[in-house]
Structure formats: structure tokens, C-alpha cells
């Protein structure tokens, strides 16, 4: 593919996860972060976010799994959880950890798996879009083009 | 021909004016260069635009870098290289910052363990400026850390979280964190984070100002920094600008080694010598006490009207402080704990060599002393030096003195010993030998506290000696608390003082040392929370080994004991509750077993053998008594309860009801630096001084209930 059509798709797709709202503002600061001393910045960021999610995330289906919850474990988990997708960025996750504090707290184990699930999914579907993103930028780099910068 | 005097005359009018006009624009000028080089100490020397002079001078004397080192240079990037070290435990979010602060031209450092962290920073004191923690780590809680740091390295510390609800951040707050980010943290908010280092910086100046002796002070207004015009210090004298030429030498050279080459003999503000200087000060009145007939009250040889006159200064701070503190409800934060640090400077020489001195110079029998011990508290006799939590130590120490107040009454002591080694108790460097000497002090010191009034208010010199070495608010507010203790006769009118100390604790920072106040009626004090049995054993092996007490503990004990009064007490800044809250879970296990016997001594005679009371009891019931009683001399005991106020027992008593005094259980938080508990115990003694002033004094109140 041209150089520019990648470029094109790739700010197009950018733009399309903050609308959608993926992504927020703390992700253009990453971006703002990376410069020639740390070309891969963001990736390194962005890959470091997705181990400790999904590490998050096993260990809240485990304590949720157990017969006797602790929530004190659970919402630790959650708030660390919470903690790391705002500071990636990872606004749709972010948000659904506040309902699942108050589960937490609520102490009721039936919200919470609820609540669990749903930010599996949207964590899935940001990790998802994250690559999709990664990968046109290498595209781009592949074919010698400039990653073009986003707002 | 005129007559030769008006020759004369006229000659030394223009010798005057040839003085003035020559020698005026470069001390203005000097003045004015070391204003500014306070101000441009960390910041860029050339772009203040002050002036060539300015400059040159902003960068000779700029020798404090905010580098350890001290080198000059860094000042001119300042705040680049700022070396910060991150902990957090999510390494997404401590990439980030690391990242961040990076471009903001700082050196990072990064751990995700907060162990590490704190190990990192043992090792290399002087390696940073600043720390940036995470509130919720899995193997230390931030706050913990946020504690240790702050007594050990005094260090700005700053928090995040991605918990923005108001009590996480308040408890960042009254923990002493200097700022409290939310995750998820922009670049923007790093880039500031150097005014918080300079901020510290500058109030460890002022303190340390006044923790050098009053001596160096005096030196420094003989003195002058190193690049400054030597005529200024002949010239200063007695010159408008002397004071301001001392405040601007005082915190620049501080820091410069230079100045501590004073030739004035360093005056050493012992126990015994500060409460002398209290006594003259409450006999003067605090209003009238002026420099000049402390100085001939007192009637110390070699001692000058400015060692003095600085003094005065720091103890009028420091009175301040304890007002201020029970007007500052909401109001802990580090700025506030600013002041009264810098008025406990001078205790901070105060150590546990003085107070062995002081010791030494007990006249009681070391035997009579045992005899007191035991009479009092009605345990075996004194063990060896214990190490014990700093807590219990000064909980022992406070706890001697109402032991040994009851012991006077069973035994003759000899009260002419007016030297209350209130420091006695005061955990500093004590040895195990030093017990004896530390008895025979106690004994002495006892047998102030059964005199009454002037024992008090020797108790609240000492305290306020002590409370001038603290150099961390919580200590004063142990102290404050104690003072507040007052002599009311609820058995446990430790709450005054514990509320007083914990305010002071509360105020200045969380972490400061909370001693037992050495009062006279320390004896209380002796109630180390954790260990009350060993308390309660010997109030007097107890305080000797305060050394060995851990200050973390000791502190922590206090803290949480004090917390728990105040919330109790009447109108404790809500701060306090809320330190109580934090502390509380900070000391679990801090439930004041039985306190010392002496606890409960409201009479000499009603007091029991042994007060089974848990420190944390008997302060409450002190806090809730004091409450009752006020500060006034209400307390039917007289000398007895302020002995036992002033012994300082912060503990948080509940159960019990000692007796009257009010003990100030020093149970502040562990991070008690020797150091800090000698003050802390010094401003004890003060505290509980000024409460006998109430009763016997005019002068000060500062004692009254320090309600917020």
C-alpha cells in the first residue's frame, strides 16, 4: 500500500478511537512522550498495560471465583486495574472499573462477575484496536513513511 | 582658630558621615544580596537580574544547591536534574513517570517496591530530592512509606492514586505528604514537583537554624557568610539590620559548614538550663520576660544576653506554635509543622550524653530512686535497659514521674535537686547504665514533681526544652496535648497532653516523635503501649531504655493513642480524628496494656502500686478529664496531677482512670528520633511546665486546652 494511504488510514483509525472514545487524552500524552530517545514509547507502554491487565484480570476471575470472595482483594485488584488503563489512556476500561468498585463494596458477587465481564470485553476490544494501530504504524515505517502525529 | 572641640566634633561628625556614606550602601546592599540569596539559593543565580552584586554574591553564597553535593552549578538549571525516586507497584503507570519525569529533566530512579524504595534510600540519604509514591502497594501501604520517609530522611513526599475520594487524599495530607497527585498523572504536574523540594529545603533551614545552638546563632551574628563583606559583622551590631542580618545568616549559612566555626563557645540549652530559663520566663511573666531579666534570673555564668534573647525567640515560637495549634483544626499540613519545628531547634542538641548529665547531676540516691520505682509502681525493681519501643520508653518515662511523685511522698526524696531531668525519661541514647543515672534523675526529678508549682514548672521547662529539640510538629503536638493534659484531676488528664502532643504531632507532620512529656508527673508516661507490664515494672529501666525504644513504634503508639483522645477530647482539630484513624491502623496492637502504676496517681495517696491502666487509656481518660477540668488549676491535685500530666502520658488511656495526673504517654509514632523524643519529652515538660504556670504562673496559657 501507498505510503500516504497508510498514513491517511492511520490518523483516520486514530481519530476514530478517540471519538469512539478508547482512547482519551492521557494516550496523546504518551504519544507526546515518545520522542527519538524512545521511538517506542507507546508500544512498550501500551504492551506493559496489556500483561498487567490480563494479569488483573486472572486474578480477579479467580477471586471471584472462590467461595468466599474477598472483596477487599477484589476491589485492590480493581483499583490497580484502574489505575493503569488511565494511565494508558484506556478510557472505556477505566470507566467500567467505577461500577465495579462500587460492586466491590456492595460486596455482591453476582455484580461483580457481571461487572468483570464487561470490562474483559472492553479490554479485548481496546487491546484489539491498540494493535490494529500498531500494526498500520509499522506499516507505515515499513514503507518509509513518517508516522503522521495525531492531534 | 575654633576651639578645639568643635575641631574635633567636627572631625568625628565627618568621620561619621564618611563612615555611613561609604560603609551604608555596601551593608544595605549586603543585606539585600543575602535576602536574595535566600531566595536564589535554588533558583537560577544569573536570572534574577538583582544585579552584578547580587549575582556574584547569589552565586558565591549559592552554595546550597539542592543537590546534596552542594555544588553551584546545578542551581543555573535548576529544577533539572532533580533526583526523583518513583515507587509504584503498577509498571505501566511507573513507566509512564518514569518516562514524564525524565523529559522533564529530572534523574529517575524507579522501583515498584516500596521496601526497595525505602532500603534504596537508607543507603544513599543524601541520593535524592524527592519521592513519588503510590498510595496502594502491595507490600507496604504508601502511607507507610510516606512515614518513614518523612522521619528518616525528611524528604518531600508526594502521592498519587487513582483514589480521588477526599479521605484517601486527606489522609495523604495529614500523613505529611506535600502533594497529592491523581492518576492519571499528567506531565504538567511533574513539572512542578521541584517547588516542593525547595520548600523543604527552606523549612529545614529554619530549623535547622534553630536546632543549632543558640550559641551558633550568636555566632552567625558575628559572623558572616564567607563571601560576604567583612565589615558587615562589626557593623551589624546593635545595627536595625542585625536581626535581619542574623534571620538572613541564620538561613543561609546554616547549611555552610563555615558558620558552625563559631568562636563563641556553643551554649548548650540543657534541661537544667532551659528550665531555668522557664522558670525566669513564668516568673517574668511571659509578657515582661525580656532578655535581659531572664538572663539575671537565672543567673547562669558565661551565659549572654543573646544566647538568651535567641532562646526566647524559639520558646516564644514554640508557645506560638502550641496556641496555633489549637486554632489550626484543618489546618495540618507541612507549612504549618514549619514553625514549630524550627522553635524545637534548639532541643535537638539535647541527647541522651546531656541527659545522662543530667542525670548524673540527680541527687537522689540511685536506691531511693529504686525504692521509688517500686513503691510507685509497685513492680520489681529496675531492669537493665530495655529496648523498647520508643513509645514505651517515653510511656515509661512519663510514667516515672508519677511514680516517682508517689514515691516522694512515701519517701523523703530530696527535692532540692531542682533540676528536673525531665530528659531523664526521654529516650534518647539512653544505656542501660545510664538507668541509674536516669533514676537518680527521675527520683530528683520526682521529687520536683511532688513540690508542686515549680516543679511543674521546671516539668514544663523541660518540656518545652524537650519540645524545642522536636524537630517534628507531631511531637509538639504530643506535647501541646500534654500541656492541654493539665493538671485536671480526671484520672487520666492525659488527654490535655495527648491532645496537645498529637495536635502538635498532627500539626507539624504526622511523623513527628510524640514523647511522653518527662513532666514531672511522668510517671505516666510510663505506659508504653505495647508494653505496658515492662512499663509498669520500672517507669525508670524503662526511660533508660528508651534509647533502645524503637521511635517508629514509640511514635506510632502515641500517635494513635493521641488520635484516639482527641477525637474523644474536646475539640480536637478534626485532623486528629482523622490521624487517629490513619494511625489507628498504623498500631494495632498499641492497646496500652496496663500502664504504670503511677498512672492513676492523682493523690499521692490514691495513687496505686500499679496502674493497670493501658496507656491508650488512661490518655483518653486524661484527654476526657482534662477535658472536664480545663487547664486551670482546677485540678485539686496541684503538684501532683501536673506532675502527672506533665509526665506527659499521651497514651490514650481509656479504661482506667489515673488518677489525676494526666500522663502524656509519649506514644507517637515510631519514627521517634533519639532526638525528637528528647524534645519531644522536653516539650512535654514544657507543656506540663506551663500548665503549673497556669495554676501557679501568670504568663502563659499555653497550655490551655489546645482544642482546635
Known amino acids: 500500500m501507498e505510503v500516504g494511504q497508510l498514513q491517511r488510514s492511520f490518523v483516520e483509525y486514530m481519530a476514530s478511537l478517540f471519538r469512539e472514545g478508547f482512547l482519551d487524552a492521557q494516550f496523546s500524552q504518551l504519544q507526546q512522550l515518545q520522542d527519538d530517545s524512545n521511538p517506542d514509547f507507546v508500544v512498550e507502554v501500551v504492551s506493559l498495560f496489556f500483561e498487567d491487565s490480563e494479569r488483573l484480570l486472572n486474578d480477579l476471575t479467580m477471586a471471584l471465583d472462590q467461595p468466599n470472595v474477598d472483596f477487599k482483594q477484589v476491589d485492590a485488584h480493581v483499583h490497580q486495574l484502574k489505575g493503569s488503563s488511565s494511565s494508558v489512556g484506556a478510557q472505556r476500561v477505566k470507566n467500567c472499573c467505577v461500577p465495579f468498585r462500587n460492586c466491590c463494596e456492595e460486596q455482591n458477587t453476582e455484580t461483580c462477575l457481571r461487572c468483570l465481564q464487561q470490562i474483559k470485553q472492553e479490554y479485548l476490544l481496546v487491546k484489539n484496536k491498540l494493535q490494529t494501530l500498531f500494526e498500520l504504524e509499522q506499516q507505515i515505517v515499513a514503507a518509509g513513511g513518517a508516522i503522521p502525529m495525531v492531534q | ?708
Open chain 2, 1 to 708: 582658630m575654633y576651639p578645639l572641640r568643635y575641631v574635633l566634633l567636627t572631625f568625628k561628625i565627618l568621620l561619621f558621615l564618611f563612615w555611613g556614606i561609604f560603609f551604608f550602601p555596601i551593608f544595605f546592599t549586603y543585606f539585600y544580596v543575602n535576602l536574595l540569596k535566600k531566595f536564589q539559593k535554588f533558583e537560577e543565580s544569573m536570572n534574577l537580574g538583582v544585579g552584578s552584586v547580587v549575582k556574584t554574591m547569589s552565586g558565591a553564597s549559592c552554595s546550597v544547591s539542592w543537590k546534596s553535593g552542594g555544588s553551584d552549578k546545578v542551581s543555573d538549571q535548576f529544577p533539572a536534574g532533580l533526583r526523583v525516586l518513583v515507587v509504584d507497584d503498577d509498571p505501566t503507570c511507573l513507566m509512564i513517570l518514569e518516562k514524564m519525569l525524565r523529559n522533564c529533566h529530572y534523574e529517575v530512579t524507579k522501583s515498584n517496591r516500596a521496601e526497595h524504595a525505602l532500603s534504596m534510600l537508607r543507603e544513599n540519604r543524601n541520593g535524592f530530592d524527592i519521592v513519588i509514591s503510590d498510595v496502594h502497594m502491595p507490600d507496604m501501604d504508601g502511607f507507610k512509606l510516606l512515614e518513614h520517609v518523612g522521619l528518616e530522611m525528611d524528604l518531600p513526599v508526594i502521592m498519587m492514586s487513582a483514589d480521588d475520594s477526599k479521605d484517601v487524599v486527606m489522609k495523604g495530607v495529614t500523613h505529611g505528604a506535600c502533594d497529592y497527585l491523581i492518576k492519571p498523572v499528567r506531565i504538567e504536574a511533574l513539572k512542578n514537583i521541584w517547588q516542593h523540594v525547595i520548600r523543604k529545603k527552606k523549612h529545614e533551614l529554619k530549623d535547622k537554624d534553630f536546632d543549632q545552638s543558640t550559641s551558633v546563632e550568636d555566632g552567625d551574628q558575628q559572623q558572616k557568610p564567607p563571601e560576604d563583606v567583612d565589615y558587615s559583622s562589626s557593623a551589624n551590631e546593635g545595627n536595625w539590620k542585625s536581626s535581619k542580618r542574623r534571620k538572613e545568616e541564620e538561613d543561609e549559612t546554616e547549611e555552610r559548614d563555615d558558620l558552625s566555626t563559631s568562636k563563641k563557645p556553643r551554649v548548650v540549652w540543657s534541661v537544667e538550663l532551659h528550665q531555668q530559663f522557664v522558670q525566669a520566663v513564668n516568673q517574668l511573666g511571659i509578657d515582661k520576660a525580656v532578655p535581659k531579666k531572664i538572663l539575671e534570673l537565672m543567673n547562669v555564668p558565661g551565659l549572654t544576653r543573646e544566647n538568651v534573647a535567641s532562646h526566647l525567640q524559639k520558646y516564644r515560637l514554640y508557645l506560638r506554635r502550641l496556641s496555633g495549634v489549637s486554632q489550626h483544626q484543618n489546618g495540618l499540613n507541612n507549612s504549618f509543622m514549619g514553625h514549630p519545628e524550627a522553635a524545637y531547634g534548639t532541643m535537638t542538641s539535647f541527647n541522651g550524653l546531656e541527659l545522662q548529665a543530667l542525670a548524673a547531676t540527680g541527687q537522689l540516691p540511685a536506691q531511693s530512686l529504686a525504692t521509688l520505682q517500686a513503691a510507685a509502681l509497685g513492680r520489681s525493681a529496675t531492669k537493665s535497659a530495655i529496648s523498647m519501643p520508643l513509645v514505651d520508653q517515653r510511656n515509661l518515662f512519663s510514667f516515672e514521674n508519677p511514680k516517682l511523685r508517689f514515691s516522694e511522698g512515701q519517701q523523703q526524696l530530696n527535692n532540692s535537686n531542682k533540676q528536673i531531668n525531665l530528659l531523664h525519661g526521654i529516650p534518647t541514647t539512653m544505656e542501660p547504665k545510664q538507668l541509674a543515672d536516669l533514676h537518680q534523675s527521675s527520683q530528683s526529678f520526682v521529687a520536683m514533681n511532688m513540690q508542686g508549682n515549680a516543679r511543674m514548672q521546671q516539668n514544663n521547662a523541660l518540656l518545652m526544652h524537650m519540645s524545642q529539640q522536636q524537630q517534628q510538629s507531631s511531637r509538639a503536638q504530643m506535647l501541646n496535648e500534654t500541656n492541654n493534659g493539665q493538671v485536671s484531676r480526671p484520672p487520666l488528664s492525659m488527654s490535655q497532653p495527648a491532645a496537645v502532643l498529637s495536635r502538635n504531632s498532627i500539626v507539624d507532620n504526622v511523623r513527628g516523635p510524640i514523647y511522653n512529656p518527662v513532666s514531672q508527673t511522668s510517671s505516666m508516661v510510663d505506659f508504653s503501649l505495647n508494653q505496658t507490664t515492662e512499663l509498669q515494672n520500672n517507669s525508670f529501666p524503662l526511660v533508660s531504655s528508651n534509647s533502645g525504644m524503637s521511635t517508629l513504634t514509640s511514635k506510632r503508639l502515641l500517635q494513635e493513642e493521641v488520635n484516639s483522645d482527641i477525637k474523644g477530647s474536646r475539640g480536637f482539630p478534626p485532623g486528629y480524628d482523622i490521624f487517629e484513624e490513619l494511625h489507628q491502623q498504623k498500631t494495632p496492637d498499641w492497646g496500652l496494656p496496663n500502664i504504670g502504676s503511677n498512672f492513676g496517681a492523682s493523690d499521692h495517696s490514691s495513687i496505686p502500686g500499679t496502674l493497670d491502666v493501658s496507656p491508650s487509656m488512661l490518655v483518653q481518660q486524661g484527654i476526657s478529664s482534662m477535658k472536664k477540668n480545663g487547664l486551670n488549676g482546677n485540678s485539686p491535685m496541684g503538684g501532683p496531677q501536673l506532675n502527672l500530666f506533665s509526665g506527659g502520658n499521651l497514651l490514650p488511656v481509656k479504661a482506667e482512670q489515673l488518677p489525676d495526673t494526666s500522663y502524656q504517654n509519649t506514644f507517637f509514632p515510631e519514627q521517634f528520633g533519639q532526638d525528637d523524643l528528647m524534645s519531644a519529652l522536653l516539650k512535654q515538660q514544657e507543656s506540663v511546665g506551663q500548665v503549673e504556670t497556669e495554676f501557679g504562673f501568670d504568663g502563659y496559657s499555653p497550655l490551655d486546652n489546645l482544642p482546635v
